[in-house]
């Protein structure tokens, strides 16, 4: 292995110019280290370079912000440890392939993915910022690849793609920080846990996958707004809110609660008035709010333990619940200080 640095003087823009590297004879190839201190030359272009492999990007203190172009010619595949960045940061903006393989992570990289990005391995995105554009661009995680607490953000005509992971357990359990865009989502029969970078998001495009799944963890908000979203094992609820804002946003499958958070169920979400999704262990602490449900004073919640009905009465207009509780629970309604109606567990 031969670390090799970029240099501070006067460089060019060329990442393949061997001149620009300590010592001569780079760039560093797939065991090597390039390391990436303070420079004159911070936009890097990586041109005609079809397999161009590297153990690791290291950015050390004195680094800035560094940006690199890979051409639509050129496939960037990174072996080691991936990309380090200990100072400064790192902008990728790939028209080709961009590869992290065997174990390598993204580190706290931003990638303007305008064509392919590939995560194989026990690879991770960590807690990357991976904007996945239109026009066909993909992300692809495979083998025991995950997401790790990246922020993925996907544009229409764009695919995140689950599907070919196994997760780092063999078990199909992926991670993501966060979802959003109005691109795909391809779940497979991946169990997908989003939430865990705290952000609040909506996600507006198409998540699919037969037995796919999604866990909602973490303090933000998950909006879901895609009508008919197929993918079929369901959605678990830990923390934070999960707000449904179209009839069949959370798939055919139930809402599990499996932690104190809340439900919110917009109007949108109802059909007639009727929430088609089974809620599940709704339990003391957590909270359904049905946002486009005006509070009037002397609204009640009359649940039915024969058929799981909960039925909310507001004024003049009834929306109906189909909710598996404990026997013996009261409901409570209550103002939730935003114009909807709050129904709050009480065991």
């Known amino acids: ?4 640095t970029w240099k501070q003087m006067h460089p060019s823009a060329d990442y393949l ?7 001569s004879g780079g760039p560093p190839g797939a065991n090597d ?17 079809p397999e161009l492999k590297i153990g690791e990007w290291l950015f050390n203190p004195g680094a800035t912000q560094y940006n690199f172009e890979i051409s639509w010619d050129s496939d960037l595949i990174f072996l080691g440890n991936g990309i380090t960045i200990n100072a400064g940061s790192v902008h990728i903006f790939n028209f080709g392939v961009l590869d992290f393989k065997n174990s390598a992570t993204a580190g706290a990289t931003l990638i303007d993915n305008l064509s392919i990005t590939e995560f194989d391995g026990t690879t991770s995105a960590a807690t ?6 239109s026009a066909g661009a993909l992300l692809t995680f495979a083998f025991n690849s995950t997401g790790g607490s990246a922020e993925l953000i996907t ?3 764009g695919t995140v793609d689950f599907s070919f992971s196994t997760g780092p357990d063999g078990l199909g359990h992926v991670t993501a920080g966060s979802i959003a865009g109005a691109g795909t989502y391809a779940l497979g029969g991946d169990q997908l846990t989003v939430g865990l970078n705290g952000l609040s998001t909506e996600a507006s495009g198409p998540i699919e996958g037969s037995g796919g799944s999604l866990v909602k963890v973490g303090p933000g908000t998950l909006r879901l707004s895609h009508a008919g979203n197929s993918y079929s094992g369901g959605t678990t609820l830990v923390a934070g809110t999960l707000d449904v804002a179209a009839v069949g946003a959370v798939g055919p499958g139930a809402v599990t609660f499996a932690g104190h958070a809340k439900l919110e169920i917009e109007n949108a979400a109802l059909a007639a008035h009727v929430f088609g999704n089974a809620i599940d262990a709704f339990a003391r602490h957590d909270i359904l709010d049905l946002a486009g449900l005006k509070f009037h004073a002397g609204a009640t919640a009359t649940y039915h333990h024969a058929n799981h009905h ?9 929306d109906t ?3 598996n509780s404990p026997q013996g629970t009261h409901f409570t309604v209550t103002r939730d200080g935003h114009g909807g109606t709050d129904v709050l567990l009480h065991a």
């Open 321 to 323: 619940l189909t909710l």
């Open 155 to 157: 544009d229409a005509g």
């Open 310 to 318: 909960l039925t909310v009465h507001s004024g003049t207009v009834t």
């Open 1 to 4: 292995m031969t670390t090799y």
């Open 128 to 133: 990357a910022t991976i904007h996945t554009s």
């Open 17 to 23: 110019f061997s001149p620009n590297w300590i010592p």
């Open 33 to 49: 280290v390039a390391e990436f201190d303070a420079s004159t030359k911070t936009n890097i272009s990586i041109v005609s370079a």
